[in-house]
């Protein structure tokens, strides 16, 4: 009744506002599907100003879809019910594709502010689905007849992922209990938008800012070059910029000869969050902590991470800490035989120092030069990063499932430096569309991702658009772009998950391609990966920037020999990080807030890895992952992976290699499946077995060989 007087009195000049309001959102680019290939956005159309509108509208229309589906007079079915959810919310979806790879890749002040606004909106949309009595009366009734979708398992993996979604989501809770559940999850949804942009802002801040050249021995001619530009785009002509990346160890940190510089990058990235600014985000990540355990309580959890890990492979805390409990030891005596190793380098050097974390690095590569003669310098010639996609994953690519890629330069992109490829399968059919944005921006969030801006699905007739995003040093102008060897491992690891969802082949876009698990979607790219210096791969990118002759054999034996150097430090940083989002997300309701730094110490003396000179990859302030990333309860999920990959790998190696019969079991059993089966059933599908930690272990020279 409210609506309808309220219409009426609004007049003939509000009349005439709506009007030009609805004229203006038929003609914004997200009002319809793409008329491009694939639907692929309009990046040529779409403009900062079309985003907010599109979002609230999206909202508008998704919200009216669901009281029509909640309020169908009609029996619930499983047609009625859940494939019209499937298909509802597709204007959303358009704008929120692009919208959140933009604030991730490409932002700027008003897009930050969009984000900002509508975080709550949207976190209320959700509410209003899950929370709906009504609908959820629907989707349970469905849930108890779903034996009559027996032999369509695809649809009765629909049936149990919507029904469990709404009982996570608080459908079986009291009135009173829905309504204070809605309130956490509005204002978690701020806090999130809020720490993510707390930790951009804090991260541009937080560059070194160099005013002499000879601060920057050690680093490579591109490095400095782009330091240089860093600094022109701040407006300090004369100067160099070191950006800070997402992570506590800085690319520059291997290279600089000055430890006082290493010194002070290292504290600029240590403490980027924490100078009790604006920008500092302990105060927003110690509420995110407290509102989660409250969340999970209130759901009837006894933490956080037992309300999210019911939904993995791994499904509850206990097997996630047993799996990690077994990587602590071999790792810490891995550390400690490095440390010894690096100090003696140090010694060597004519260093009197002991080692620190900002040194680790920088000796790591002495170390390398002295105990397998390898540099950096000598393998970044071989490593031209159009070389290592064109040769490197597309090589690969094509040797494992015959696909074949044709760049697209007559679509649009978001940015001068995007590359577009269309896929085609083996029989020549197009598979999707996939973009590559590869190169550090001051406005584009630290790491790598995949991502996609149009997700696969037969009932919508939509084939997958990808995008893969890295922070790359840019080239020299007139130079071709030279990356590391952890730069073309990365370029791998983004592509294996472009590959899960342009592999994907499902009716329902729910359960589509990456859709997965966090502890299982990490899987195809880890293994794709471990390809990466698999020696016919290698050799086959790895061609001198100046001569194209291949990479020389007796170079290409070091790289392999060395891989394993360092691999405790590796493993410790992420395993150190997994186990400080454990602790994070065990912490009961009822404990009192926890100051993170002191809570970050006693969380690693507790687990056995406080290192001194090995930092986690990302310290609890600036843990994208965790607090703005999907990823709270789930960094594990990475080493958990690589134990699935490694196994998956190792069977590879049993069975031929990287042949098109193994590359093609691979892809129907685990690419093409997405969440239509249920993980663990994928993997034994696969393997014939269930997956074991002694590749993982073996991989990373952290136990003996195996026999063959």
Known sequence: ???????????????GWALAATAHAAANPFAQPSPLPFHAPQFNL???????????????????????????????????????????????????????????ANTDPTLQKVQAEE????????????????????????????????????????????????????ALLAPADK??????????????????????????????????????????????????????????PGKWVLTLQSTTQQPALAYLS??????????????????????????????????????????????????????????????????????????????????????????????????RPWDWEYYVNRAKASRYHLTDAEVRPYLVLDNVLQRGLFYLAHRLYGITFKERKDLPVYQKDVRVFEVYDTTGKPLGLIYFDYFHRANKSGGAWMDNFVVQSTLLGHLPVV?????????????????????????????????????????????????????????????????????????????????GKPMPRALLAKILRARNFNAGYSVGEELEAAELDMQWHTVPWNAPLEQPDAFEQAALERTGLALADVPPRYRSSYFPHIWGGGYAAGYYSYLWTEMLADDAYDWFLRHGGPTRANGQRFRERILARGHTEGYWQMFRSFYGRNPRIGPLLRYHGLAAPARR
């Open 46 to 104: 779409i403009h900062d100003a079309d985003f907010q509108p599109a979002i609230r509208e999206g909202i508008r229309r998704e919200r009216a879809e669901i009281v029509r589906i909640a309020d169908n007079p009609a029996p619930p079915t499983f047609q009625n019910t859940l494939v019209a959810l499937e298909r509802s919310g597709r204007m959303l979806n358009r704008v929120l594709g692009v919208f959140n790879a933009l604030t991730s």
């Open 467 to 547: 995008y893969n995003v890295a922070n790359f040093t840019p080239p020299a102008a007139g130079h071709p772009a030279l990356i590391s060897i952890d730069d073309a491992i990365t370029m791998f690891h983004e592509f294996g998950h472009g590959l899960n969802s342009l592999f994907a082949d499902e009716v329902y876009p729910s359960l589509s391609g990456t859709n997965t698990a966090r502890d299982f979607v990490e899987f195809p790219s880890q293994f794709d990966e471990r390809w990466a210096l698999y020696p016919a791969v290698l050799r086959h990118y790895a061609l001198n920037d100046r001569t």
């Open 258 to 355: 000055n430890r006082a510089v290493r010194r002070e990058l290292f504290e600029k990235s240590w403490t980027r969050t924490e100078h009790g600014g604006a920008d500092d985000t302990r105060h927003t990540i110690e509420e995110l902590a407290h509102l989660r355990a409250l969340k999970a309580h209130l759901l009837g959890y006894p933490n956080f991470a037992a309300y999210r890990l019911q939904t993995q492979m791994a499904h509850n805390p206990a097997a996630v800490e047993h799996f990690l409990s077994q990587l602590v030891p071999p790792t810490v005596a891995a550390v400690h035989r490095e440390a010894r190793i690096l100090q003696a380098q140090i010694v060597r050097d004519g260093g009197h120092f002991q080692l």
């Open 179 to 236: 309504r204070h559940l809605a309130a956490i999850n509005e204002r978690l949804a701020q806090l999130i938008t809020a720490f993510q942009q707390q930790l951009l802002a804090a991260t541009d801040a937080g560059a070194l800012v160099i005013s002499r050249k000879s601060d920057l021995a050690g680093l490579t001619p591109g490095m400095i070059a782009a330091a240089a530009r860093a600094a022109r785009e701040r407006g300090l």
């Open 119 to 170: 975080a709550g909106p949207l976190a209320a949309l959700d509410n209003d689905l899950y929370l709906n009595g009504r609908l959820f009366a629907r989707v349970k009734a469905v849930y108890a007849e779903r034996a009559q979708l027996k032999g369509l398992p695809e649809a009765q993996a629909l049936v149990r992922l919507y029904y469990r979604h709404f009982v996570m989501n608080g």
């Open 1 to 15: 009744m409210r609506g309808t007087f309220l219409s009426r009195a609004i007049g003939a000049a509000a009349l």
